[in-house]
């Protein structure tokens, strides 16, 4: 069983578009998170989420809002996409108050490429 | 954010064994040394976390130095599946909030050679 699922693998869309990413964890951890991989290989925290506060990296457009439908769900949803959100986006999950080895699970990523 | 520092990237045979070197001397005492390794087209992985002695596990075995100004990965015997990107990630104990996200840096691109 896949322990953190993203769905689509893949999505292509055009400038302007509204679009949402799916994340799924199995494992009952409450703490789940969205990186951003660009071009560059550079993997940056987007947001961190439990069901007690949600922390946003301040450099992230506010067309990027992640929801929780569940603890085990985030999904990000992008508005007004632009050239430059084109990159591979990993969901993760924890499981908070394990302590500082609280081991983070990652998703197979979603490439996104806007056209 | 606590530094670390580690080559871009470093060549290995297979079945020998592999030292992937971090310096991170600007470390707090209440900061956890993790390792985490990508794949290609994956996403990241757990390999190994320490704070002061040295630990061992299945994947690797994680050398920290007495002033724990450094570390080093080491992969026993290197296989092909083990051609990764290798983020030496410094972690508070004491986290909460944004303390607990993991910031990733550039990583060491190990590459194995048959």
């Known amino acids: 069983d896949t322990a953190v699922s993203q769905t689509p693998k893949y999505l292509v869309t055009q400038m302007g578009n509204d679009k949402s990413i799916k994340c799924e964890q199995n494992?009952?951890?409450?703490?789940m998170y969205w990186y951003k991989q660009d071009s560059k290989k550079f993997l940056k925290i987007m947001f961190s989420?439990?069901?007690?506060?949600?922390?946003i990296n301040e450099t992230v457009p506010n067309r990027f809002s992640p929801k929780s439908p569940d603890k085990a769900h985030l999904n990000l949803h992008i508005n007004s996409l632009e050239l430059g959100d084109s990159a591979v986006y990993f969901c993760?999950?924890?499981?908070?108050?394990?302590?500082?080895?609280?081991?983070?699970?990652f998703g197979p990523g979603t490439r996104l490429t806007v056209l | 954010d606590a530094k670390t520092t580690q080559p871009n990237s470093m060549e290995s045979n297979e079945e020998e064994p592999v030292h992937l070197p971090c310096n991170h001397s600007?470390?707090?005492?209440?900061?956890?040394i993790h390792w985490y390794r990508q794949l290609p087209s994956q996403g990241p992985e757990y390999v190994i976390h320490?704070?002061?002695s040295n630990v061992n596990n299945r994947m690797a075995s994680l050398a920290i130095a007495e002033d724990r100004k450094s570390s080093t990965l080491i992969l026993h015997r290197a296989t092909l599946r083990d051609a990764a990107v290798y983020y030496c990630?410094?972690?508070?104990?004491?986290?909460?909030?944004?303390?607990?996200?993991?910031?990733f840096g550039k990583g060491t691109k190990l590459s194995v050679k048959p």
């Open positions: 990630i410094l972690r508070d104990r004491g986290y909460g909030g944004s303390q607990g996200n993991l910031i």
């Open positions: 993760a999950s924890s499981q908070e108050g394990a302590g500082v080895a609280d081991t983070q699970y």
């Open positions: 320490g704070l002061t």
């Open positions: 989420y439990n069901n007690k506060e949600l922390i």
């Open positions: 600007t470390i707090s005492g209440t900061d956890y």
């Open positions: 494992l009952g951890h409450d703490t």
